[in-house]
T-cell receptor, first 114, second 113 residues
Framework: DTAVSQTPKYLVTQMGNDKSIKCEQN?????MYWYKQDSKKFLKIMFS???????INETVPNRFSPKSPDKAHLNLHINSLELGDSAVYFC?????????????FGQGTRLTVV | AQSVTQLDSQVPVFEEAPVELRCNYS??????LFWYVQYPNQGLQLLLK??????LVKGINGFEAEFNKSQTSFHLRKPSVHISDTAEYFC???????????FGAGTTVTVRA
């Protein structure tokens, strides 16, 4: 059983399109995250939700909108895709409060904008 | 705000040789420290973590790390590497009252026969 699963694993799309990436965790965690890994493999947090409430919103263009229908799901919708959005996007979950346990990561979604 | 510096961007090493990956952090408050590994085309997997207590932390796959508060370091070591240890290694830090991880730039370890 995959703890944190993302779909799709690969996504190739044209500039200007709108796309979504889905994430689900079956760990019972309250907190979920989206991280972006750029072409130099640098990882940076984008958003975090705790029990469906947005708690972290780093400096990310408004074209990126996270949506959490319930605490087990955190989807990422991207409008008007640009070439610079090409990256690997990782979903993660954790359960802060239990002595700050580690974050569990999904396998990543490689987004290529052409 | 906290930050993480990984001092080596690439570390080539021969099979069965030891390896050390260096990580320094800066923070004005107490932090939690982590090492993650990313195998090619995979997600991130936790190797080990330091939350409190003993400064020598043992993780999976024979890795260990030592927390040094005075030097603000959390270096990762393995006494004998395998070809399968070829991967990207990330040091990360979080504050005790914060949800997010701040990552270093990563160290690429390439193990050669």
């Amino acid at each position: 059983d995959t703890a944190v699963s993302q779909t799709p694993k690969y996504l190739v799309t044209q500039m200007g399109n709108d796309k979504s990436i889905k994430c689900e965790q079956n760990l019972g965690h309250d907190t979920m995250y989206w991280y972006k890994q750029d072409s130099k493999k640098f990882l940076k947090i984008m958003f975090s939700y705790n029990n469906k409430e947005l708690i972290i919103n780093e400096t990310v263009p408004n074209r990126f909108s996270p949506k959490s229908p319930d605490k087990a799901h955190l989807n990422l919708h991207i409008n008007s895709l640009e070439l610079g959005d090409s990256a690997v996007y990782f979903c993660a979950s954790s359960q802060p409060g239990q002595h700050n346990t580690e974050a569990f990561f999904g396998q990543g979604t490689r987004l290529t904008v052409v | 705000a906290q930050s993480v510096t990984q001092l080596d961007s690439q570390v080539p090493v021969f099979e069965e040789a030891p390896v050390e990956l260096r990580c320094n952090y800066s923070s004005s408050v107490s932090v939690y420290l982590f090492w993650y590994v990313q195998y090619p085309n995979q997600g991130l997997q936790l190797l080990l973590k330091y939350l409190s207590g003993s400064t020598l932390v043992k993780g999976i796959n024979g890795f260990e790390a030592e927390f040094n508060k005075s030097q603000t370091s959390f270096h990762l070591r393995k006494p004998s590497v395998h070809i399968s240890d070829t991967a990207e290694y990330f040091c990360a830090v979080s504050l005790s009252n914060d949800y997010k991880l701040s990552f270093g730039a990563g160290t690429t370890v390439t193990v050669r026969a």
